[in-house]
């Protein structure tokens, strides 16, 4: 005869650590949390009049601003120095180094978008241009 008295409890503890990919919070995460991350030099070849986009060497690079919960996620916008900078003032023609993420739909997702004056050697980026090196803060 099996004795209720452990069994039950030791059935509530098997439950719980089977159930705990089932309960995750994955469902309460923004999509920024679920990206595969990336980082890329790209030329400018398109800026959408509704500042919600830019074409970056022909790879389309959306422009965040949205809210979860109480945080607000926003693609910031620097100068090679890590000043900030507006979405008005990309050009046409700029080069850029992108810091975000492969989003579900295919698009890339900004997270930092950096100003930089040329296309630059990938090995020397982060010693000529140290604010690159660090991530912003993402949700505020």
Not at 43 to 64: T, W
Request: aromatic residues 12%.
């Amino acid at each position: 005869m099996v004795n209720h008295r452990i069994y039950i409890p030791l059935l509530a503890v098997v439950l719980l650590i089977a159930s705990q990919g089932i309960c995750s919070a994955e469902w309460d995460k923004p999509a920024q949390f679920r990206w595969k991350q990336m980082e890329f030099q790209a030329k400018i070849s398109y800026i959408s009049p509704e500042s919600d986009f830019i074409l970056a060497s022909e790879r389309p690079v959306n422009i965040v601003d949205m809210r979860h919960g109480r945080q607000r996620y926003r693609t910031h916008i620097l100068d090679a120095l890590g000043n900030t900078m507006q979405y008005s003032d990309l050009k046409k023609g700029q080069w850029i180094y992108v810091r975000g993420g492969h989003l579900p739909d295919g698009t890339i997702g900004a997270r930092t978008i950096f100003l930089i004056p040329r296309q630059l050697d990938e090995r020397k980026i982060f010693n000529d241009y140290p604010a690159l090196k660090y991530l912003s803060p993402w949700g505020e």
